[in-house]
């Protein structure tokens, strides 16, 4: 019995010595091949430098202008840019209303209104009426100063429709020296200094001017007669007839 156990020992130690031998023969095959594959890897070249990428371009309109020429189904592009047209001028506005001029002092008084329904008021040059600038007044015009420029009108293209349409109603003047005067009532009585009466002096009144002077109440002259060197003149305005005596050149 012990003879049997000891032969198997005998064989199991056999055993384990030929596997421990089998396992480093593969231990030193697997250490030949790998030393093998490392001494065999191919070498890789050395890695070159990568430049740096260029700055990508701005876009600007001026790349495009060809494709916006070729753009057929669009006619109205065009890489022509056109300038804006000019500003147009400015328009001249409307002048104001004329309603007479006031000869009393120098210089003469006109009396404006800016516009249809706005109240009257007295300008002398100078003055500013809406967007005019008064410059001359004299008994039958008025010149204005608008963006530079000066531009005169006569009274009459000034006047207010209205007010001329009543100026129309309104009785005629006394006739000119040169065709005979219409009769004329007799001037009133007025109270003299001495306590009398008697009829208005005929013939120019106070001075207004170096050249003007004021009509008399009651004064029933011809219109365009000369006395002491003044003549005397009738000027249609829309409140009536305006008179005065003018210093004969």
Do not use: H
Request: proline share 12%.
């Amino acid at each position: 019995m012990r003879g049997r156990l000891f032969l198997i020992n005998l064989l199991l130690l056999a055993a384990i010595g030929g596997a421990a031998m089998e396992l480093k023969k593969l231990l030193d095959q697997t250490r030949k091949r790998e030393e093998m594959v490392r001494s065999q890897a191919p070498k890789l070249p050395a890695a070159k430098p990568v430049a740096a990428a260029p700055p990508v371009e701005k876009t600007t309109p001026a790349n495009y202008l060809d494709i916006a020429a070729r753009l057929l189904l669009s006619r109205d592009r065009s890489p022509v840019v056109e300038p804006p047209p000019p500003p147009a001028p400015p328009q001249l506005p409307a002048f104001p209303l004329a309603y007479g001029v006031l000869l009393i002092g120098d210089p003469p008084t006109v009396m404006l209104s800016e516009a249809k329904g706005k109240p009257q008021k007295g300008y002398r040059p100078g003055d500013r009426v809406g967007e005019f600038r008064i410059v001359t007044v004299t008994g039958d015009s008025v010149t204005f100063e608008w963006q530079g420029k000066n531009i005169t009108k006569r009274l009459g293209e000034l006047a207010d429709p209205d007010a001329s349409k009543l100026l129309a109603a309104a009785p005629a003047p006394a006739q000119s020296a040169a065709a005979p005067a219409a009769p004329v009532a007799a001037a009133p009585a007025v109270t003299s200094l001495g306590g009398g009466s008697s009829t208005d002096k005929q013939g120019p009144g106070q001075a207004a001017t170096a050249s003007i002077k004021q009509c008399q109440p009651g004064d029933t002259t011809p219109d365009g007669t000369i006395v002491d060197g003044y003549r005397k003149i009738n000027t249609a305005t829309p409140f009536g007839f305006q008179c005065r005596w003018e210093k004969v050149q």
